[in-house]
């Protein structure tokens, strides 16, 4: 089955600096990555995804970034802010089925 | 506008009886998830059903059931939950099909087992 890593499991970044969280899958028939936020007591909340034809994605301070040559994808959130506080996953998703295997997270500090 | 909506956000019962979770979506989405979240975890997905057709994952316990009586609403019932199966469940839905695989969950409800 898809197995997927995420890197780091924490990470504590100073207000305004970047944030970058990386994640590698197994299975190269993988066409669709989302990345969630999960506050606190919250159901995860999409905030942008790619599919596999797709090399960059930017939504304002997020961006994702695909490299399927090398099985990784990545997280990159610019000008962090204290609401940028909270736990990220990646999530991959085969062509075949209707699930989602999602990685171990990240907690997200941003220290104002 | 709430799109997953979950009742109750929390619910405590007590060791051995019964408890049902309720979810239900104004998206009319084909596929509905349920997933058990324990502290500091991923998401773990227990079953889903795609419209009336029922998909359990092989390492989801016989105490954890569900059931969707139409589009709109499906449930998960815990048979005799343990103190093990304290955790967030989660709801998601999806809309199914090749191209539509983004999931959207609901807040979650919080299960504490006395």
């Known amino acids: 089955g898809e197995n997927v890593e995420q890197h780091p499991s924490t990470l504590s970044v100073q207000e305004g600096d970047s944030a970058v969280i990386k994640c590698t899958y197994s299975?190269?028939?993988?066409?669709?990555f989302p990345w969630y936020k999960q506050e606190l007591g919250k159901g995860p909340q999409l905030i942008i995804d790619?599919?596999?034809?797709?090399g960059e994605k930017k939504d304002q301070r997020i961006a994702v970034t695909l490299n399927k040559t090398a099985k990784h994808f990545s997280l990159h959130i610019t000008e962090t802010q204290p609401e940028d506080s909270a736990v990220y996953f990646c999530?991959?998703?085969?062509?075949?089925?209707?699930?989602?295997?999602f990685g171990g997270g990240t907690r997200v500090l941003v220290k104002p | 506008d709430a799109m997953v909506i979950q009742n109750p956000r929390y619910q405590v019962t007590q060791f051995g009886k019964p408890v049902t979770l309720s979810c239900s979506q104004t998206l009319n989405h084909n596929v509905m998830y349920w997933y058990q979240q324990k502290s500091s975890q991923a998401p773990k997905l227990l079953f889903h059903y795609y419209d009336k057709d029922f998909n359990n994952e092989a390492d989801t316990p016989d105490n954890f059931q569900s059931r969707r009586p139409n589009t709109s609403f499906c449930f998960l019932d815990i048979r005799s939950p343990g103190l093990g199966d304290a955790a967030m469940y989660l709801c998601?839905?999806?809309?199914?099909?090749?191209?539509?695989?983004?999931?959207?969950f609901g807040p979650g409800t919080r299960l504490t087992v006395l």
């Open positions: 299975d190269s028939a993988s066409n669709y």
């Open positions: 790619i599919r596999s034809n797709v």
């Open positions: 998601a839905t999806s809309r199914g099909g090749a191209g539509t695989d983004t999931q959207y």
């Open positions: 999530a991959v998703h085969k062509a075949a089925g209707n699930k989602l295997t």
